[in-house]
């Protein structure tokens, strides 16, 4: 078997609901994620694939996903739906979608992605591991057409999101 890795960093915000520390408030880390791909045989370039193919098809896209944005599980994603759904004519739902609008979750129509926030739909928290299995589904998505074409048993290996790299890593990764 053979097997590359390619890294790439991203500033991305995120709170993880439900936590009885200090990580249930909002709160920044610069996370540096390495994307793995293996195969059983290698390509006509004696490749498994190109570096630069990674970058592009890849890491770009998750830097282009995630990079300096507030990362939602669905659950907060939910909460702000609801916000947006008030009727602005009533006097709860002016409030509260003045109050969205000040703390940087709503644009005045209603519109969250243009903030930079983007959500993990269906998952609970934005954690590290869910991170990193967003970022599976879409390598693998990327990879399986390639295997489909040239059999060499090309596959994403795995996917590690570090969420601290000093003075201690701590990571998390996703595998099959
Ligand atoms: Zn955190």
Not at 112 to 123: A, I, P, Q, R, W
Not at 126 to 142: S, Y
Request: aromatic share 8%.
């Amino acid at each position: 078997m053979y097997r590359i890795v390619k890294a790439c960093y991203i500033d991305m915000a995120h709170r993880i609901r439900g936590h009885e520390g200090k990580c249930r408030f909002l709160h920044g880390h610069t996370c540096r994620i390495d994307v793995s791909v293996s195969c059983e045989t290698l390509n006509a370039l004696g490749m498994v694939v190109d570096f630069g193919w990674l970058k592009e098809r890849i890491l770009h896209q998750i830097e282009k996903g995630f990079d300096h944005t507030l990362v939602l599980g669905q659950p907060d994603r939910d909460g702000i739906n609801k916000i947006a759904d008030l009727d602005p004519t009533s006097g709860c739902g002016k409030c509260v979608k003045v109050l969205g609008e000040a703390l940087g979750l709503l644009t005045p129509l209603g519109s969250v992605m243009e903030l930079g926030v983007v959500t993990l739909h269906n998952m609970s928290n934005p954690t590290a591991e869910n991170l990193a299995k967003w970022c599976f589904d879409r390598a693998d998505f990327e990879i399986q057409p390639l295997e489909v074409g040239e059999k060499r048993g090309l596959k994403v290996d795995y996917i590690r999101v570090y969420e601290q790299l000093h003075p201690t890593e701590s990571y998390a990764e996703y595998f099959k």
